[in-house]
Protein backbone atom coordinates (compact mmCIF):
# COMPACT_ATOMS: atom_id res chain seq x y z
CA UNK A 1 0.00 0.00 0.00
CA UNK A 2 1.03 3.70 -0.24
CA UNK A 3 3.41 5.07 2.19
CA UNK A 4 4.26 8.96 2.57
CA UNK A 5 6.97 10.22 4.61
CA UNK A 6 7.23 13.58 5.46
CA UNK A 7 10.40 16.08 6.97
CA UNK A 8 11.18 17.63 8.92
CA UNK A 9 8.89 16.93 12.19
CA UNK A 10 9.58 20.41 13.34
CA UNK A 11 10.87 23.66 11.20
CA UNK A 12 11.21 27.19 13.22
CA UNK A 13 11.58 30.22 10.62
CA UNK A 14 12.18 34.00 11.49
CA UNK A 15 8.84 36.06 10.09
CA UNK A 16 9.34 36.55 6.46
CA UNK A 17 11.52 33.99 5.66
CA UNK A 18 10.36 31.35 3.50
CA UNK A 19 9.43 27.88 4.71
CA UNK A 20 9.59 24.60 2.63
CA UNK A 21 8.27 20.90 3.99
CA UNK A 22 9.04 17.80 1.62
CA UNK A 23 7.10 14.78 1.30
CA UNK A 24 7.75 11.71 -0.81
CA UNK A 25 5.48 8.74 -1.44
CA UNK A 26 5.78 4.76 -2.46
CA UNK A 27 2.60 3.70 -4.60
CA UNK A 28 3.27 5.40 -8.44
CA UNK A 29 -0.74 4.79 -8.89
CA UNK A 30 -1.08 8.34 -6.95
CA UNK A 31 -2.86 10.90 -8.32
CA UNK A 32 -4.06 13.42 -5.94
CA UNK A 33 -1.59 15.44 -3.30
CA UNK A 34 -3.36 17.83 -0.50
CA UNK A 35 -2.13 19.55 1.62
CA UNK A 36 -3.83 20.06 5.33
CA UNK A 37 -3.02 23.05 7.60
CA UNK A 38 -4.34 22.17 11.46
CA UNK A 39 -4.23 25.26 13.75
CA UNK A 40 -4.55 24.59 17.36
CA UNK A 41 -7.30 23.25 18.70
CA UNK A 42 -8.98 22.90 15.25
CA UNK A 43 -9.15 20.19 12.91
CA UNK A 44 -6.77 19.93 9.63
CA UNK A 45 -8.33 21.80 6.73
CA UNK A 46 -7.19 21.81 3.24
CA UNK A 47 -4.78 24.63 2.45
CA UNK A 48 -3.62 23.53 -1.18
CA UNK A 49 -4.07 20.24 -3.47
CA UNK A 50 -2.40 19.37 -6.77
CA UNK A 51 -2.84 16.28 -9.50
CA UNK A 52 -0.48 14.11 -10.71
CA UNK A 53 -0.88 16.11 -14.07
CA UNK A 54 0.20 19.45 -13.25
CA UNK A 55 4.05 20.13 -12.02
CA UNK A 56 3.74 23.22 -9.78
CA UNK A 57 0.57 25.24 -8.56
CA UNK A 58 0.54 28.42 -6.49
CA UNK A 59 -2.07 30.31 -4.23
CA UNK A 60 -0.42 33.66 -3.48
CA UNK A 61 1.75 32.87 -0.75
CA UNK A 62 1.61 28.67 -1.14
CA UNK A 63 2.79 27.05 -3.96
CA UNK A 64 3.22 23.14 -4.25
CA UNK A 65 5.39 21.36 -6.59
CA UNK A 66 5.31 17.77 -7.51
CA UNK A 67 8.05 15.26 -9.47
CA UNK A 68 6.41 12.60 -10.51
CA UNK A 69 9.63 10.53 -11.30
CA UNK A 70 10.93 11.13 -7.91
CA UNK A 71 7.43 10.61 -6.74
CA UNK A 72 8.16 13.78 -4.23
CA UNK A 73 6.42 16.92 -3.75
CA UNK A 74 7.10 19.76 -1.65
CA UNK A 75 5.21 22.85 0.32
CA UNK A 76 6.40 26.30 -0.16
CA UNK A 77 5.44 29.37 2.30
CA UNK A 78 7.18 32.22 1.42
CA UNK A 79 7.04 35.53 3.68
CA UNK A 80 5.93 33.86 6.61
CA UNK A 81 3.80 35.31 9.16
CA UNK A 82 2.76 34.19 12.78
CA UNK A 83 -0.39 33.10 11.39
CA UNK A 84 1.66 30.55 9.69
CA UNK A 85 2.25 29.01 12.65
CA UNK A 86 0.45 25.55 12.46
CA UNK A 87 0.75 21.68 11.84
CA UNK A 88 0.97 21.25 8.25
CA UNK A 89 -0.19 17.26 6.67
CA UNK A 90 0.70 16.23 2.86
CA UNK A 91 -1.05 13.18 2.15
CA UNK A 92 -1.53 11.54 -1.13
CA UNK A 93 -4.41 9.08 -2.46
CA UNK A 94 -5.89 7.76 -5.68
CA UNK A 95 -8.81 9.78 -6.63
CA UNK A 96 -10.21 8.75 -10.06
CA UNK A 97 -14.18 9.33 -10.82
CA UNK A 98 -16.41 7.14 -8.62
CA UNK A 99 -14.93 4.62 -5.74
CA UNK A 100 -15.70 3.22 -2.50
CA UNK A 101 -13.86 1.28 -0.28
CA UNK A 102 -10.33 1.69 0.58
CA UNK A 103 -9.22 2.67 -2.73
CA UNK A 104 -9.81 6.87 -2.62
CA UNK A 105 -8.67 7.12 1.26
CA UNK A 106 -5.91 9.61 2.12
CA UNK A 107 -2.56 8.63 3.59
CA UNK A 108 -1.30 11.12 5.63
CA UNK A 109 2.17 12.22 6.18
CA UNK A 110 3.27 12.70 9.99
CA UNK A 111 3.11 16.29 10.15
CA UNK A 112 5.68 19.13 10.36
CA UNK A 113 5.27 21.54 12.87
CA UNK A 114 5.94 24.89 11.76
CA UNK A 115 6.67 27.73 14.26
CA UNK A 116 6.87 31.43 12.59
CA UNK A 117 9.00 33.87 15.08
CA UNK A 118 8.15 37.39 14.80
CA UNK B 1 -20.34 26.64 4.93
CA UNK B 2 -19.23 22.86 5.34
CA UNK B 3 -19.68 21.60 8.94
CA UNK B 4 -18.59 18.57 10.96
CA UNK B 5 -19.12 18.45 14.50
CA UNK B 6 -18.12 16.16 17.26
CA UNK B 7 -19.99 15.82 20.10
CA UNK B 8 -17.23 16.71 22.70
CA UNK B 9 -13.84 18.55 22.82
CA UNK B 10 -12.96 17.14 26.11
CA UNK B 11 -13.65 13.73 27.79
CA UNK B 12 -12.29 11.92 30.55
CA UNK B 13 -13.20 8.55 31.38
CA UNK B 14 -12.36 5.67 33.22
CA UNK B 15 -10.52 2.46 32.55
CA UNK B 16 -12.70 0.01 31.72
CA UNK B 17 -15.91 2.20 30.83
CA UNK B 18 -17.60 1.68 26.80
CA UNK B 19 -16.92 5.10 25.27
CA UNK B 20 -19.11 6.84 22.59
CA UNK B 21 -17.61 9.57 20.54
CA UNK B 22 -20.11 10.90 17.91
CA UNK B 23 -19.85 13.48 14.84
CA UNK B 24 -22.59 14.79 12.70
CA UNK B 25 -22.14 16.19 9.14
CA UNK B 26 -24.20 18.63 7.27
CA UNK B 27 -22.64 18.01 3.66
CA UNK B 28 -24.52 14.74 2.86
CA UNK B 29 -20.88 12.75 2.17
CA UNK B 30 -20.98 9.47 1.71
CA UNK B 31 -17.66 9.15 3.14
CA UNK B 32 -17.09 9.21 7.02
CA UNK B 33 -14.07 8.30 8.87
CA UNK B 34 -12.34 7.97 12.44
CA UNK B 35 -8.62 8.98 12.97
CA UNK B 36 -6.24 9.00 15.82
CA UNK B 37 -3.92 11.90 16.06
CA UNK B 38 -0.71 11.53 18.16
CA UNK B 39 2.24 13.09 18.60
CA UNK B 40 4.64 12.17 15.80
CA UNK B 41 2.46 9.63 14.68
CA UNK B 42 0.34 11.51 12.63
CA UNK B 43 -3.09 10.46 11.58
CA UNK B 44 -3.65 7.30 11.82
CA UNK B 45 -6.94 5.47 10.34
CA UNK B 46 -8.91 3.46 12.66
CA UNK B 47 -12.41 3.27 10.44
CA UNK B 48 -14.04 4.76 7.55
CA UNK B 49 -17.31 3.91 6.40
CA UNK B 50 -18.53 4.94 2.58
CA UNK B 51 -22.26 4.50 3.15
CA UNK B 52 -25.20 3.74 5.67
CA UNK B 53 -24.50 0.88 7.50
CA UNK B 54 -21.45 0.32 6.00
CA UNK B 55 -18.07 0.13 7.72
CA UNK B 56 -14.13 -0.82 6.67
CA UNK B 57 -11.18 -1.20 9.25
CA UNK B 58 -8.27 1.23 8.70
CA UNK B 59 -5.02 0.93 10.23
CA UNK B 60 -5.49 0.72 14.02
CA UNK B 61 -9.22 -0.79 14.59
CA UNK B 62 -8.21 -2.67 17.24
CA UNK B 63 -9.86 -2.22 20.52
CA UNK B 64 -12.56 0.08 18.49
CA UNK B 65 -16.20 -0.36 16.63
CA UNK B 66 -17.85 1.73 14.84
CA UNK B 67 -21.50 2.11 13.98
CA UNK B 68 -23.51 4.08 10.64
CA UNK B 69 -27.20 4.04 11.10
CA UNK B 70 -27.74 7.24 9.55
CA UNK B 71 -26.24 8.75 6.72
CA UNK B 72 -24.66 11.72 8.79
CA UNK B 73 -23.62 10.06 11.75
CA UNK B 74 -20.73 7.98 12.24
CA UNK B 75 -19.87 7.30 15.79
CA UNK B 76 -16.93 5.46 17.41
CA UNK B 77 -16.97 3.14 20.20
CA UNK B 78 -14.27 1.77 22.90
CA UNK B 79 -15.77 -1.28 24.05
CA UNK B 80 -13.65 -0.97 27.18
CA UNK B 81 -11.13 1.49 27.50
CA UNK B 82 -7.52 1.43 28.37
CA UNK B 83 -5.07 4.06 28.90
CA UNK B 84 -3.19 3.50 25.75
CA UNK B 85 -5.99 5.28 23.97
CA UNK B 86 -5.76 8.35 25.56
CA UNK B 87 -5.23 10.23 22.55
CA UNK B 88 -7.25 12.68 20.55
CA UNK B 89 -9.62 11.71 17.70
CA UNK B 90 -10.68 13.17 14.95
CA UNK B 91 -13.83 12.67 12.81
CA UNK B 92 -13.67 13.72 8.71
CA UNK B 93 -16.13 13.07 5.94
CA UNK B 94 -16.20 13.53 1.76
CA UNK B 95 -18.09 12.79 -1.07
CA UNK B 96 -17.39 9.77 -2.86
CA UNK B 97 -18.13 10.89 -6.31
CA UNK B 98 -15.06 13.36 -6.96
CA UNK B 99 -12.06 14.44 -9.08
CA UNK B 100 -10.08 14.85 -5.73
CA UNK B 101 -10.80 13.59 -2.55
CA UNK B 102 -11.08 16.52 -0.17
CA UNK B 103 -12.04 15.62 3.74
CA UNK B 104 -13.32 18.17 5.90
CA UNK B 105 -12.80 17.52 9.87
CA UNK B 106 -14.24 17.84 12.63
CA UNK B 107 -12.22 19.70 15.66
CA UNK B 108 -11.36 16.76 17.26
CA UNK B 109 -12.33 14.74 20.68
CA UNK B 110 -9.20 15.00 23.14
CA UNK B 111 -9.78 11.74 25.12
CA UNK B 112 -8.41 11.25 28.28
CA UNK B 113 -8.97 7.47 30.13
CA UNK B 114 -7.46 7.59 33.51
Known amino acids: GENVEQHPSTLSVQEGDSAVIKCTYSDSASNYFPWYKQELGKGPQLIIDIRSNVGEKKDQRIAVTLNKTAKHFSLHITETQPEDSAVYFCAASLAIGNYGGSQGNLIFGKGTKLSVKP | DVKVTQSSRYLVKRTGEKVFLECVQD?????MFWYRQDPGLGLRLIYF???????EKGDIPEGYSVSREKKERFSLILESASTNQTSMYLC?????????????FGAGTRLSVL
Open chain 2, 92 to 104: ASSRRILAKNIQY
Open chain 2, 49 to 55: SYDVKMK
Open chain 2, 27 to 31: MDHEN
